[in-house]
């Protein structure tokens, strides 16, 4: 055998002296039988894994969303016609791209999507066409509107209606704030941890930063009782007695509301407060978006009453603004910067909404010089500062910077100052006692 292997490679010794062609051709040969040989031990990377949405958490994400501020790079999801109402039977559409947040960090990331919830089969739920806030405000919503501005006025208890005048930087302000706890969805979407009772304050998560922010750049002109932060049932009456300027609603998931929060929140406006809503779940279409837009129909459910977007020229971008530098709605999350929305009644706001996710921005809590700030207490927890939105910052979330956040708390006292003060040409000649 050894003689047969000699004689062989002898042959093609031989063969290559003698013949340019065939020393050219064999090489070729080996060439392609190497390279055919070894490309199956090339693999494909495999797809990163697609996570599902459950609330405040941020998870992986295979969707292409936008991630840097530069202006070349645009949004594959196309934006949806908001001329289009979402009726109260509109439960479920499918998402234009997996959602990024999570309300807990699934242990085994296999968790499968939620399944369609079903239309709603109650009668009566369709939008009414009846003018419950159209026409001339009755002066009976006008002594009541009054009464909720004095209560929310520092100095101002003194039974007399607020006479108006002041240039807003010059007014003083005192109220408490409520997160509103409707009985379906996720309420609690960017609170530190629920509360064991009704009475238990709500003192770490977006809303309790923001008011925090506003009495310290205010320089304790606005006392905004940070502290004090509560959940509010909607389906109790407690909302007439504290009268707040403003009920924070946010989440991400799904809800409807009962008919007793819906008659509740429409007394609540009538009164001259406001419902503030923030999606957890940045850009438009998400399962909060659509169910917010639906269930503020049922609220006001007025045919000529409709959202819209605020233009440039209102007073929360204008020089009537507490801080006249916020031209616009700033980024959030991620940089979503779609616009503000809202619904009016009598001229005024009485539903604002924000789908940019500045409530998981605001879970960023920043320092008197500026800084996030990553305080903590004695049990080493934050105490203004979500630490699953802190480790995954730049990851899963994006333009968290003392410099975007700052603008995002310009905003949010814009917005807030504007609700306080945004009835006064309408009571301004209420001066008589209560």
Excluded at 72 to 97: A, C, G, I, M
Excluded at 163 to 175: N, W
Excluded at 359 to 377: A, R, S
């Amino acid at each position: 055998m050894n003689t047969y292997f000699s004689e062989l490679f002898k042959s093609l010794l031989g063969k290559f002296a003698d013949s340019r062609e065939f020393a050219i051709s064999f090489v070729v040969h080996v060439i392609l039988i190497v390279l055919l040989g070894t490309a199956v031990i090339t693999q494909v990377a495999p797809e990163p894994a697609v996570f599902e949405p459950y609330g405040n958490k941020f998870v992986e994400d295979r969707g292409t969303v936008p991630v840097t501020p530069d202006s070349t790079v645009q949004r594959d999801v196309p934006k949806p016609d908001l001329s289009k109402e979402v009726t109260p039977n509109e439960r479920h559409v499918e998402l234009d791209r997996p959602p990024i947040m999570a309300d807990k960090l699934l242990s085994d990331w296999g968790l499968k999507p939620t399944p369609p919830v079903p239309p709603d089969p109650r009668p009566g739920s369709d939008v009414s066409t009846k003018p419950i806030f159209s026409g001339e405000m009755p002066e009976s919503v006008r002594n009541e509107i009054a009464k909720t501005v004095n209560a929310n006025r520092k100095g101002s208890k003194d039974g007399r209606m607020y006479s108006g005048g002041d240039k807003i930087r010059e007014i003083e302000f005192e109220f408490t704030a409520y997160i509103g706890r409707y009985s379906d969805g996720n309420w609690h979407s960017t609170i530190g941890s629920i509360p064991t009772n009704a009475d238990t304050p709500i003192t770490i998560g977006a809303l309790p930063n923001l008011l925090y922010v506003m009495t310290d750049w205010s320089k304790g002109k606005i006392q905004t009782n940070y502290t004090k932060v509560r959940a509010i049932n909607l389906d109790t009456d407690e909302l007439f007695a504290v009268r707040p300027p403003f009920i924070f609603l946010t989440g991400t998931k799904d809800f409807v509301l009962t008919e007793k929060e819906v008659e509740n929140l429409q007394k609540y406006i009538r009164i001259g407060g406001c419902i503030w809503g923030d999606s957890s779940v940045p850009g438009l279409r998400s399962a909060f978006d659509i169910a917010f837009r639906r269930e503020m129909r049922r609220v006001i459910p007025d045919v000529d009453k409709k959202f819209e977007p605020l233009p440039p020229e209102h007073p929360i971008f204008s020089q009537r603004a507490y801080y006249t530098d916020i031209k616009s709605a700033p980024p959030g999350i991620n940089y979503y910067n779609d616009c503000v929305q809202v619904m009016k009644i009598y001229g005024e706001i009485a539903i604002i909404y924000t789908s940019n996710d500045y409530g998981n921005m605001w879970q960023f809590g920043l320092t008197k010089d500026g800084k996030i700030d990553v305080t903590t207490n004695a049990e080493n927890v934050f105490v203004a500062l979500n630490p699953q939105l802190w480790r995954n910052r730049e990851t899963y979330v994006r333009n968290i910077s003392p410099e975007s956040l700052e603008k995002t708390y310009r905003f949010g006292i814009n917005v807030v100052t504007h609700l306080l003060t945004r009835w006064d040409a309408h009571t301004r000649r209420l001066t008589s006692p209560l």
